[in-house]
């Protein structure tokens, strides 16, 4: 894995894991925020041809 795949993945995984945060607070704008931050990393994603394989992508939207 790449250095830039392995940044991806991390900046993901830390930005589902802030949503999951922002959910279990009730915090609805750091929710959008963070929802708005993995839609953007997922696009990142697609057009260089990453697989993240992990459902990121149904996580943002379910903000």
């Given at each position: 894995m790449t250095e830039f795949m392995?940044?991806?993945h991390l900046r993901i995984h830390d930005a589902v894991a802030a949503l999951k945060s922002a959910r279990a607070r009730g915090d609805e704008d750091?929710?959008?925020?963070q929802a708005g931050e993995i839609?953007?990393?997922?696009?990142i994603a697609a057009r260089h041809g990453?697989?993240?394989d992990c459902g990121y992508g149904a996580l943002a939207h379910a903000a």
């Amino acid at each position: 894995m790449t250095e830039f795949m392995t940044t991806l993945h991390l900046r993901i995984h830390d930005a589902v894991a802030a949503l999951k945060s922002a959910r279990a607070r009730g915090d609805e704008d750091l929710c959008l925020v963070q929802a708005g931050e993995i839609e953007d990393l997922v696009e990142i994603a697609a057009r260089h041809g990453v697989d993240i394989d992990c459902g990121y992508g149904a996580l943002a939207h379910a903000a």
